[in-house]
């Protein structure tokens, strides 16, 4: 009969409901079961780095005539802020005006066919993200998959081989101009400094090398520096929850610097530049810059000794604002950790397909660079 025909049986849509950290943005996609699961690709762009302060996005295109269903009070007018990256730009980035949370892009031009503007969604921030619902097929904007950056990290997914892809050079159709080639910079004493900054540069500060005076003898201090190399400040790969909500994607790279040797001079309550503030918890504040979305800092209050005035309040520094030359995980300054991942029990119960992947790409990364698995503890870290 008519009635059993599938495309009329309850199971052929299925409802996907997304939320950031902070629960300001909430919306549904409905979709019919023959588009799933919506394919995944991780962009390594610039642009996407420097505007979210990660080292990728997790994004999927919806069909043309898909749109985000907004749940009251949530709405794009009262909970997001747009940014549109440059003149060339195709679509306006969205994050959550509260917490910072990239939800997607959205086209500027309706599309002809549909009369309605595309949209690509940042996946991690959806309730399920299973094989039946995402698949992450392939890596984009990895220069030919030779530069530094997580894609070397993440080679397969499960059994698979991720793809990757990039325009052909000069490509009209995705013009994304090369960055500016970061320049050495140094303080007024000669000492080398390493620029963080984000896409809008309303957020921008350096870092030292962490053998500047005050921290390789300080024994608090000391211990975010790399045993490996003292030149060098350690890092690592977060996949914890809260993290995942608040910059929407399936993980973050932090380095960890003392707060005091940030130049400019950054306030205790890290509000500079166009920095905005968002307590997670009791004593957990994340920054991310007003205009761009970027995320910054993420600054644990029981890190401050508050008896010498802040200088030991560590803050964990966004690694995708890093401006190094060598490319994106700035392996000329950081020591990765690559015998685990921070926070792994939460990226299991979210996306463990992913979570062990990642974590078998990093350990053997780890061996052929460095003839070992480094598994450092970083202090309130995990």
Not at 23 to 52: G, Q
Not at 90 to 95: I, K, Q, V
Not at 205 to 232: C, H, N, Q, W
Not at 307 to 327: I, S
Request: negative net charge; aromatic residues 8%; charged residues 20%.
């Amino acid at each position: 009969m008519a009635s059993d025909l599938p495309h009329q049986l309850p199971a052929a849509n299925k409802t996907l409901t997304a939320q950031c950290l902070c629960k300001a943005v909430h919306f549904t996609i409905t979709l019919p079961t023959s588009a799933l699961p919506l394919p995944v690709h991780l962009c390594h762009c610039h642009i996407c780095r420097y505007t979210h302060g990660t080292l990728c996005v997790f994004h999927a295109a919806l069909p043309a005539h898909i749109t985000p269903t907004f749940i009251a009070p949530s709405s794009i007018e009262s909970s997001l802020t747009s940014y549109i990256h440059g003149p060339s730009a195709a679509s306006e980035r969205l994050f959550c005006t509260t917490c910072g949370c990239h939800i997607g892009d959205r086209d500027l031009i309706p599309s002809p066919s549909s009369g309605i503007a595309e949209w690509r969604v940042a996946t991690s921030i959806f309730d399920q993200h299973t094989p039946s619902t995402f698949q992450i097929r392939s890596h984009a904007f990895t220069r030919g998959g030779t530069a530094p950056g997580l894609h070397q990290w993440l080679p397969t997914l499960g059994a698979r081989t991720l793809n990757h892809w990039d325009p052909e050079p000069g490509s009209t159709t995705f013009p994304i101009p090369p960055p500016p080639p970061p320049q050495p910079e140094l303080d007024p004493n000669g000492n080398e400094r390493l620029r963080a900054e984000c896409h809008c540069g309303g957020v921008s500060f350096t870092l030292p090398r962490p053998y500047v005076p005050g921290i390789a003898d300080d024994a608090v201090l000391s211990r975010y520096v790399s045993r490996e190399d003292p030149r060098k400040w350690l890092a690592c790969l977060d996949v914890c929850d809260d993290c995942r909500l608040v910059d929407g994607t399936h993980v973050v790279g932090w380095t960890f610097v003392p707060l005091a040797q940030l130049e400019p001079t950054i306030p205790a309550d890290l509000k500079f530049g166009t920095m905005t503030t968002f307590r997670s918890s009791e004593d957990v504040v994340r920054t991310f810059c007003g205009v761009c979305g970027a995320t910054v800092f993420f600054s644990c209050e029981s890190r401050t000794d508050r008896e010498d005035g802040g200088r030991r309040t560590v803050v964990d520094v966004a690694v995708g604002l890093l401006r190094a030359p060598e490319g994106a995980t700035a392996e000329k300054w950081l020591t990765w950790r690559t015998g685990r991942l921070a926070w792994r029990e939460s990226g299991m119960r979210y996306d463990g397909e992913f979570t062990e992947s990642l974590e078998k790409g990093l350990r053997e990364w780890g061996v052929k660079r460095d003839g070992k698995v480094l598994g450092f503890s970083i202090p309130y870290e995990d």
